[in-house]
Structure formats: structure tokens, C-alpha cells
């Protein structure tokens, strides 16, 4: 029998694996996957819990979108990351998707870290991180991080919301 969290989990996998290759072959994730992940999400939603499922693939929607601009803003989030994490949102719920988003930083940031050490560019970037810190503090605004058209900073962040998903993923089908 097939269950409507298999759909849900159907529906995320297809989206994930293809952002990912998006991702990795252009440097973008396109609208044309993240927007029928989406309506999927609202859909299947609906069709189990009526208006309030779609109520609740709204805020899966909306809360990453609102929470993740500053993100985009300062130029250390790509809009695809935001419209991925939204279609996320709008399958699995707004909880499912910022413990996504929280295990993708983790496992970003080690990623990052290794990609940093590896190219000898740890120090560097830290001390970068510190004085844009240092400057946002004392002038207390924000405003773009790094420096325009510098493509050795590119991270392909899916790399690793992906498997922060799946950790999630895994964590809530075993119930922990």
C-alpha cells in the first residue's frame, strides 16, 4: 500500500536529486524544479488533510522564504537554496524543513572547512569572515558578503542539503 509519506518522500527525492544535478552542472537550481516540488507539496497536503494542509504547505512555504532572504541579501545563499528549502517546506512542513536547513549547515560548514583547508584558503577566509563580522558590529548594517565575481567563494550549497535532508529524513522515518 502505498502511503501518502511515501508520496511526500517520492516527491522530495525527485526534487533533491534533480537540484543536485542542476546544481552541479550549471551552478543553479531552476525554477522548474523547485516550483512543481512546491505545488506538489501543496497538493499532496491538500488532498490529505484538506484547507488545513494547505494552510500547513504555506508556512512550509513562506517561514524558509522570510527566514533565508537575509541569507540571499548578504550574498551567502543563492536564490535556488531558498526556493529548494521553500518546496521542502511545502511537502514535509515548516519543523521537517528548518532542521533540514539546520543539518545543512552543519554538514556545509564541514564540507566548506575541508574544501578551505584543502585549497589553503582556511586562514584567509576566516580572517574575512571576522572582519565582516568586525564591520557589520560597529556599523550595525548589513550588507553583501564577499567580494563580486570572485567564483573561488562559489559553494554548491545542495551539496549539502542534500544529505542534511536525508539525515532528517531518516531521523523522522525511525521516529527518533
Same mark, same amino acid.
Given at each position: =500500500?502505498?502511503?501518502?509519506? =511515501?508520496?511526500?518522500?517520492?516527491?522530495?527525492?525527485?526534487?533533491?536529486?534533480?537540484?543536485?544535478?542542476?546544481?552541479?552542472?550549471?551552478?543553479?537550481?531552476?525554477?522548474?524544479?523547485?516550483?512543481?516540488?512546491?505545488?506538489?507539496?501543496?497538493?499532496?497536503?491538500? $488532498?490529505?488533510?484538506?484547507?488545513?494542509?494547505?494552510?500547513?504547505?504555506?508556512?512550509?512555504?513562506?517561514?524558509?522564504?522570510?527566514?533565508?532572504?537575509?541569507?540571499?541579501?548578504?550574498?551567502?545563499?543563492?536564490?535556488?537554496?531558498?526556493?529548494?528549502? $521553500?518546496?521542502?517546506?511545502?511537502?514535509?512542513?515548516?519543523?521537517?524543513?528548518?532542521?533540514?536547513?539546520?543539518?545543512?549547515?552543519?554538514?556545509?560548514?564541514?564540507?566548506?572547512?575541508?574544501?578551505?583547508?584543502?585549497?589553503?584558503?582556511?586562514?584567509?577566509?576566516?580572517? =574575512?569572515?571576522?572582519?565582516?563580522?568586525?564591520?557589520?558590529?560597529?556599523?550595525?548594517?548589513?550588507?553583501?558578503?564577499?567580494?563580486?565575481?570572485?567564483?573561488?567563494?562559489?559553494?554548491?550549497?545542495?551539496?549539502?542539503?542534500?544529505?542534511?535532508?536525508?539525515?532528517?529524513?531518516v531521523l523522522l522515518y525511525l521516529n527518533f
Amino acid at each position: =500500500m502505498i502511503t501518502l509519506f =511515501m508520496v511526500k518522500s517520492f516527491i522530495l527525492a525527485v526534487a533533491l536529486g534533480t537540484a543536485l544535478y542542476f546544481d552541479i552542472r550549471y551552478c543553479r537550481i531552476k525554477n522548474s524544479v523547485t516550483y512543481p516540488a512546491a505545488v506538489g507539496g501543496f497538493l499532496i497536503n491538500f $488532498a490529505e488533510y484538506g484547507t488545513p494542509g494547505l494552510l500547513f504547505a504555506l508556512k512550509g512555504w513562506l517561514i524558509p522564504v522570510l527566514a533565508l532572504f537575509v541569507f540571499y541579501y548578504i550574498n551567502v545563499m543563492g536564490a535556488g537554496d531558498i526556493k529548494l528549502f $521553500a518546496a521542502i517546506g511545502a511537502i514535509m512542513g515548516v519543523s521537517f524543513v528548518m532542521y533540514c536547513f539546520l543539518f545543512s549547515v552543519y554538514i556545509g560548514g564541514i564540507i566548506a572547512c575541508g574544501l578551505l583547508i584543502r585549497r589553503k584558503q582556511f586562514m584567509y577566509r576566516m580572517k =574575512m569572515v571576522c572582519g565582516y563580522a568586525k564591520t557589520v558590529f560597529l556599523t550595525g548594517g548589513l550588507f553583501p558578503y564577499g567580494i563580486k565575481g570572485d567564483n573561488n567563494s562559489k559553494f554548491i550549497f545542495t551539496a549539502a542539503i542534500v544529505p542534511g535532508t536525508i539525515v532528517n529524513w531518516v531521523l523522522l522515518y525511525l521516529n527518533f
